[in-house]
């Protein structure tokens, strides 16, 4: 489990979430525009949607192990290209591949925790996974601001030392991960005997339990939260720093605190979810979600865009570990990558188009409280969605 935490802390938190406090500095020296800056991050999840495709694939042939080795160099190695990059274009092209990458290492990651772990503790498992993501955050919020003070070129030099630091999140993850407990002779944790008779019953019936519609409803669930929470990611810095007059260090400081509360978003949601049902801990985490966004978007006084700050904290990752749960309680563990891959997918249609719509609506605005209100309708809707999944998880034991 921490190799997983490290696995995404490296390759979504490093990867794709260290954008939002680098995009200011970065769009001042090299003079983008809102609508620039969107599609820098809409690259990104270019990358991310076409690795899905075939991340299922991959996995089978050569193993999770390998395939997350190669994906965080990658990842690594692309970083520090764009530390190097001297044109947008360029930029462009490196975090495309930083995306490519992301993909390959997040999407076996969340499959091998399912598969190391019993249902009843898969929940929790992926929501500690998770929450990497938020140790990287706090990471960026105090890391990025310094150097940027300290060097004339300080978005270069972080670009540069996170890539470094991915690398060797590589190294460690190839020496720790397995690709499943049989390699070492275990049972899935939490698993006992009559589990594993469960789940072979399960696995009979998985072609008959597994419906296209099950799995649409997932992934529109997903796809939601895919568009909404990434314009928050992307533009809450920014929005700060050139909407509200922030200095840098100071929105820093802010998204550290993001990252410091979602060290709880990932495993009591996802303990929630094990206990209550995945139904009930959806409507809870986008229902705060829907708050954050609103919160930031109407023109209220600083206190209501620190209270936006809390809430999105709160939740940041809680949706990833609930949905992985999700899919894992309606597919075998031969099915997981599969339909984990092209939930992942959809996902990434909504994480393409979020900060590109964005993007455009702040360009024609002047500022970033339209693309907050898109987010809290979508956040909304991801609310009434979820309250049409089953009562309960299912394959319960």
Known sequence: MAAGTLCIFACLGL???????????????????????????????????AA??????????????NLITVALLLVGTSMIGISKAGSMTTITIFYI??????AMANV??????????????????????????????????????????????????NWLLLGSIVLLCAIICYAILRNSPKEMGLLPVGATDSDLQSLKIVEAADKLAVTSKSVIHCAAIYFLFGFTYVIYVTFVVTSMVQDRGYPESVAGIFWSWVGLL??????????????????AALIMVFSV???????????????????????????????????????ADIAGQQRIAAIFGFVTFIFGIGQISGPYLAGLMAEKTGNFSSSFLMAFAMAVAAVILSSFLPAKNNHDS
């Open 108 to 157: 076996p990651i969340m499959a091998l925790i399912s598969i190391w772990f019993a249902q009843k503790k898969r929940g929790k498992a992926a929501g500690f996974v998770v929450i990497g993501s938020g140790f990287a955050i706090i990471l960026c919020g105090r890391l990025v601001p310094y150097f940027n003070d300290l060097l004339n070129d300080g978005w270069r030099f």
């Open 289 to 327: 979600q829907a708050t954050a966004y609103l919160l930031v978007a109407l023109p209220l006084p600083d206190f209501f865009l620190f209270l936006s700050i809390g809430c999105y904290g709160i939740v940041a990752w809680s949706v990833p570990s609930i949905i992985s749960a999700l899919v």
């Open 15 to 49: 990867g794709r979430f260290s954008l939002g406090m680098l995009l200011p500095s970065m769009g001042e020296a090299l003079d983008l525009t809102y609508s620039q800056m969107g599609l820098i991050s809409t690259a990104n999840f270019v990358g991310y949607l």
């Open 52 to 65: 899905v495709l075939v991340c299922s694939r991959i996995m089978g042939i050569f193993g999770g192990r």
């Open 262 to 279: 979602s060290l709880i978003s990932g495993p009591i949601p996802g303990a929630l979810s094990d206990k209550f049902g995945r139904k």
């Open 97 to 102: 591949l930083t995306g490519i990458g992301s």
